[in-house]
């Protein structure tokens, strides 16, 4: 490996990311090179959602530090500019330390903001007010046919049912007009960049996933969901809509019963996995990983971490594309 780069690992929800950092970073501390974890999924971030987030426990971070894990309460609204500031924060000390940074996340947008110059919008209140009392009166669906007929392409880079994010599309549209033009054309923002990413055929991710949603009932999701609940889950913009959380909540309020819940976090995570894999293929800076072999989730086998350290030692600081 020549230099210190800043390694992003991405790929969808089950694909064994988490592990995979850790492994990377023991793997590169035995040869000498100092290496911490960066993450940049927008809810490990709270502090009490751990079975349902698939949090790495202090075991399975192998002593490694990670970052921006276990810093919000369950009530506080998280942005995506919220965590480019601090996510950017992580990476700068781990630089100023030796320490090489490993970011990793499933959310192709949150990498995209904190490794790319990216600009937020401004905000408005009156305007955000609007569109969340209209929220509240139409309802997530009627709110996203809107976007979808004022801007089909920003409406087709988010969940019809988000509105929470689809009032942030309003918002931004009533005050710049478009919003399509939001996202820049990819330009790394932070030094020496390497980006890998995890890929696994869809039978293999779509059995992971059903296997790793039901070991959350058998480890007492619906109980987390319920002590949370009673912490003020329901009152968390943000926390109370990630999947799972958001249909045993659902759940909870009488509307199905649990078995009805499980399945529906099955299959919106599975959703939402094709979502973030069609995201990341968008970016021809990636380094694409092989992991058809990894079977078992939550773990990172022995073939994948091998690839992942093949590609660091290719990494020359020179092709990159960042800024020096």
């Not at 949090?55 to 490694?64: D, F, L, M, V, Y």
């Not at 979502?275 to 694409?288: A, H, K, P």
Request: glycine content about 8%; proline content about 5%.
């Amino acid at each position: 490996m020549c230099g210190s780069p800043t390694v992003v690992l991405n790929g969808a929800t089950a694909t064994g990311k988490s592990s995979l950092a850790v492994s990377l970073a023991v793997s590169l501390a035995q040869s000498g090179h100092r290496a911490e974890v960066v993450n940049t999924d927008s809810m490990l971030v709270y502090r009490g959602m751990d079975i349902g987030t698939a949090k790495p426990s202090a075991a399975e971070r192998r002593g490694i530090p990670h970052h921006l894990i276990d810093i919000w309460p369950i009530t506080r609204t998280g942005t995506v500019a919220d965590f480019q500031e601090l996510a950017r924060t992580a990476v700068a000390d781990c630089r100023s330390r030796g320490v090489i940074p490993i970011l990793v996340g499933g959310s192709a947008l949150y990498v995209r903001a904190i490794v790319d110059h990216f600009d937020f919008p401004g905000t408005d209140p009156h305007v955000r007010a609007h569109w969340e009392a209209e929220l509240e009166r139409r309802g997530a669906a009627d709110l996203y046919a809107e976007l979808a007929r004022r801007d089909p392409e920003a409406a087709g880079r988010m969940e019809p049912s988000n509105g929470r994010r689809t009032v942030r599309a309003l918002e931004v549209l009533d005050l710049r007009g478009a919003m399509s033009g939001q996202l820049p054309e990819p330009a790394y923002a932070l030094p020496d960049v390497v980006q890998l990413g995890v890929r696994m055929p869809r039978e293999v991710m779509d059995a992971r996933i059903e296997a790793r949603v039901g070991q959350m009932w058998r480890d007492g999701f619906v109980e987390e969901v319920r002590r949370l609940e009673a912490d003020g889950l329901r009152d968390g913009v943000t926390a109370s809509r990630a999947i799972g959380y958001r249909q045993v909540l659902d759940h909870l309020a009488g509307e199905y019963d649990e078995d009805m819940a499980q399945e529906r976090t099955i299959i919106r995570t599975r959703q939402f996995a094709r979502r973030q894999l069609s995201w990341f293929r968008r970016d021809d800076r990636i380094i694409w990983l092989d992991g058809a072999g990894e079977q078992a989730e939550g773990v990172a086998g022995a073939e994948l971490l091998t690839q992942a350290l093949e590609a660091l030692r290719d990494w020359r600081p020179e092709v990159s594309g960042s800024p020096h």
